[in-house]
């Protein structure tokens, strides 16, 4: 194997935190872009569970995209050490409130068909009572804890960004989390976001390799 393969779903936000930290690594893989209701037998046979991403690796299969995350900051110094120990401690847990509380409301609020005797509203006050706790400790800046981006905001901002589009109008007009709605515009106006997006037609076996990433972003932080 001479490139890590990828598989990968532009919306997805999961797939999103992995294709950031490979970007701003400039890891090179082979991008598989696949379908979730067409999922190909290939990333079937080395991940079972069936979700994106997907990392193939010569030694292992990585299918968890904190654990991409990880792996990729084991050998490469994405992010500048500048956040207190008391703002990694922070960083930890809100990853890990996201992940679970946040994307359970998420899910209820922004696809409530799919659930039965699901109030949509009350999932939607649910996930802003969450960003009304993070507003009131994020930075005035570009990302959530200064200028520079870390770990928590390619883990997170994707989640934000979901739940913005269930109802942009709304979220727009939300007072208590300006700051949020900052960095959030600013996310999504910068080129990491925008190269992370490029669009791949959908692979297939006997597709012509595809790479990624498509620039080099470290020539621009």
């Not at 696949?34 to 569970?49: F, G, H, T």
């Not at 009572?129 to 870390?150: M, P, Q, R, Y």
């Amino acid at each position: 194997m001479k490139y890590p393969i990828l598989y990968s779903f532009k919306r997805c936000p999961y797939a999103m935190r992995a294709r950031m930290a490979l970007q701003l690594a400039n890891i090179k893989c082979e991008i598989r872009e696949i379908r979730l209701n067409n999922k190909p037998d290939q990333m079937l046979e080395v991940s079972p569970k069936g979700t994106v991403p997907v990392l193939v690796l010569e030694d292992k299969v990585i299918d968890e995209s904190n654990d991409i995350i990880d792996w990729v900051l084991n050998s490469h110094k994405i992010f500048e050490e500048n956040l207190s120990q008391e703002q990694l401690n922070i960083s930890l847990d809100l990853i890990k409130l996201f992940d679970a509380k946040f994307k359970y409301h998420l899910d209820r609020y922004k696809y409530a068909t799919r659930y039965k005797n699901v109030d949509a509203e009350l999932h939607r006050s649910k996930c802003l009572k969450i960003l009304v706790g993070l507003e009131n400790i994020a930075s005035d800046t570009n990302w959530i804890f200064g200028e520079k981006i870390n770990k928590l905001d390619i883990s997170i901002l994707p989640f934000i960004r979901q739940y913005r589009i269930a109802d942009p109008s709304w979220f727009d007009c939300q007072e208590d989390i300006k700051k949020l709605q900052n960095i959030l515009n600013s996310f999504l106006e910068s080129k990491l976001f925008k190269d992370i997006m490029h669009a791949y037609d959908v692979w297939k076996k006997n597709s012509k390799p595809v790479y990624f990433p498509i620039t080099n972003y470290l020539d621009d932080l």
